[in-house]
């Protein structure tokens, strides 16, 4: 980590400054039902070259000719959604920081999506950081040179396109309720879309449209933000609007089975100096003898849910799917953030745009800080300094 910079920003940390800053954050939106966590990750030159390289190495596996074929099995045969176009709009990679044998830190892949992340949010949050804490102002939570007006014209020109920005809706089951609603409302105010719930669209013949006002306006894209493992014990949620699985005429931005191919499925793919050792549970030839060193994972979960950290040969002979599960040899987070009570682990999840005709470009980061077994909130609800944040790192010109 930067040293320099954490060294100050705990020295100068307090808590009222913390509780400033979580008010700054939230005002003019919804309340913010997740714990943002108290500083950001200042990323150093050499972390932030080798997070580059890493995402890399992903990008061109997902770029070769047969990715598709690769990952078609991704894709469960109930929830595919016709149309699907080249590639998706959307790159989300998650790095656990550790320390290699060199006892250097290094990222380690943990999860990759092809799905839309907190791309409003994370440039609200990082410019908070920097107002409330009065942080170098060259400090950024950008990569490639891009500033906030050449990061959300670039948002704008993915989700948006050459439409209409009415045309253009951010959709999710009930989106101004879901956790987050900040996200969504902060990506509306700098681009201009519609935020609608599933129930808020309705479907004549193969169009989509919603009321606004007096006006009917048809929906040409979808910023999709429904996630379908969220609703797949509840089907009926379709009859309150449309079933996306249906022949639309309406572009997806980004087409959602791309969830699936870029996911877990996609990690035994994957090798590399930044890639944990990844097979699918059913092409197995032997169970290894140092389970304790491994972690079991099923396809189709969300945000850690079904995840067995500790596991026994007995969990892996009640698997009856084991097609939908892979093992992973287990990452060892290191402690790199330090906080006035201990060392706390961190996570980054890089994040790409990829606009139609282009190259998929790293724009901004996510991190979050953890104490707990496991990153995410309901593993660390009882500790501080943990939550999500956002990386910042030396401003260096395109």
Same mark, same amino acid.
């Given at each position: 980590?930067?040293?320099?910079?954490?060294?100050?920003?705990?020295?100068?940390?307090?808590?009222?400054?913390?509780?400033?800053?979580?008010?700054?954050?939230?005002?003019? &939106?919804?309340?913010?039902?997740?714990?943002?966590?108290?500083?950001?990750?200042?990323?150093?030159?050499?972390?932030?070259?080798?997070?580059?390289?890493?995402?890399?190495?992903?990008?061109?596996?997902?770029?070769?000719?047969?990715?598709?074929?690769?990952?078609?099995?991704?894709?469960?045969?109930?929830?595919?959604?016709?149309?699907?176009?080249?590639?998706?709009?959307?790159?989300?990679?998650?790095?656990?920081?550790?320390?290699?044998?060199?006892?250097?830190?290094?990222?380690?892949?943990?999860?990759?999506?092809?799905?839309?992340?907190?791309?409003?949010?994370? /440039?609200?949050?990082?410019?908070?950081?920097?107002?409330?804490?009065?942080?170098?102002?060259?400090?950024?939570?950008?990569?490639?040179?891009?500033?906030?007006?050449?990061?959300?014209?670039?948002?704008?020109?993915?989700?948006?396109?050459? &439409?209409?920005?009415?045309?253009?809706?951010?959709?999710?089951?009930? /989106?101004?309720?879901?956790?987050?609603?900040?996200?969504?409302?902060?990506? /509306?105010?700098?681009?201009?879309?519609?935020?609608?719930?599933?129930?808020?669209?309705?479907?004549?013949?193969?169009?989509?449209?919603?009321?606004?006002?007096?006006?009917?306006?048809?929906?040409?894209?979808? =910023?999709?933000?429904?996630?379908?493992?969220?609703?797949?014990?509840?089907?009926?949620?379709?009859?309150?609007?449309?079933?996306?699985?249906?022949?639309?005429?309406?572009?997806?931005?980004?087409?959602?089975?791309?969830?699936?191919?870029?996911?877990? =499925?996609?990690?035994?793919?994957?090798?590399?100096?930044?890639?944990?050792?990844?097979?699918?549970?059913?092409?197995?030839?032997?169970?290894?003898?140092?389970?304790?060193?491994?972690?079991?994972?099923?396809?189709?979960?969300?945000?850690?849910?079904?995840?067995?950290?500790?596991?026994?040969?007995?969990?892996?002979?009640?698997?009856?799917?084991?097609?939908?599960?892979?093992?992973?040899?287990?990452?060892?987070?290191?402690?790199?953030?330090?906080?006035?009570?201990?060392?706390?682990?961190?996570?980054?999840?890089?994040? =790409?745009?990829?606009?139609?005709?282009?190259?998929?470009?790293?724009?901004?980061?996510?991190?979050?800080?953890?104490?707990?077994?496991?990153?995410?909130?309901?593993?660390?609800?009882?500790?501080?300094?943990?939550?999500?944040?956002?990386?910042?790192?030396?401003?260096? /010109?395109?």
């Amino acid at each position: 980590m930067i040293r320099s910079q954490r060294t100050t920003f705990n020295g100068n940390f307090s808590e009222e400054k913390y509780q400033s800053f979580l008010s700054q954050l939230g005002d003019g &939106y919804p309340k913010i039902p997740f714990r943002v966590a108290e500083s950001p990750v200042f990323i150093p030159d050499d972390l932030r070259q080798k997070l580059i390289t890493a995402g890399e190495e992903i990008i061109k596996v997902i770029k070769q000719p047969n990715f598709k074929s690769l990952t078609q099995k991704a894709i469960p045969n109930n929830w595919e959604v016709p149309n699907e176009n080249d590639h998706p709009h959307f790159l989300t990679f998650d790095f656990g920081l550790c320390k290699n044998e060199d006892d250097k830190i290094v990222p380690m892949l943990i999860e990759l999506q092809g799905f839309p992340s907190l791309y409003g949010f994370q /440039a609200h949050l990082a410019n908070t950081y920097k107002k409330a804490y009065q942080l170098d102002p060259n400090l950024t939570p950008y990569f490639n040179g891009l500033t906030d007006q050449r990061y959300f014209d670039l948002l704008k020109k993915v989700i948006v396109g050459s &439409y209409d920005a009415k045309e253009v809706v951010l959709m999710d089951v009930d /989106a101004p309720n879901q956790k987050t609603a900040i996200d969504f409302f902060v990506t /509306a105010n700098k681009i201009g879309v519609k935020i609608l719930s599933i129930s808020d669209i309705k479907q004549e013949g193969n169009k989509l449209f919603y009321v606004d006002g007096d006006q009917k306006i048809q929906i040409k894209r979808i =910023y999709n933000r429904l996630i379908f493992d969220e609703v797949a014990n509840d089907e009926a949620i379709f009859n309150q609007g449309f079933d996306p699985r249906t022949e639309l005429d309406v572009e997806w931005i980004t087409h959602p089975n791309w969830f699936y191919r870029i996911s877990k =499925y996609t990690m035994p793919f994957l090798s590399g100096e930044f890639v944990p050792e990844t097979k699918f549970l059913n092409e197995l030839n032997t169970i290894p003898t140092d389970l304790e060193n491994y972690v079991l994972k099923p396809l189709f979960s969300f945000a850690g849910m079904g995840v067995i950290i500790d596991v026994q040969p007995e969990d892996i002979a009640t698997i009856k799917d084991s097609e939908n599960w892979i093992l992973q040899r287990k990452v060892t987070y290191e402690p790199v953030v330090e906080s006035p009570n201990g060392g706390v682990k961190a996570e980054v999840r890089l994040m =790409y745009l990829w606009p139609d005709g282009e190259e998929p470009q790293l724009c901004i980061n996510l991190a979050r800080l953890s104490r707990g077994k496991m990153i995410g909130v309901r593993y660390n609800a009882d500790f501080d300094w943990v939550g999500g944040t956002v990386g910042l790192m030396k401003t260096i /010109a395109p």
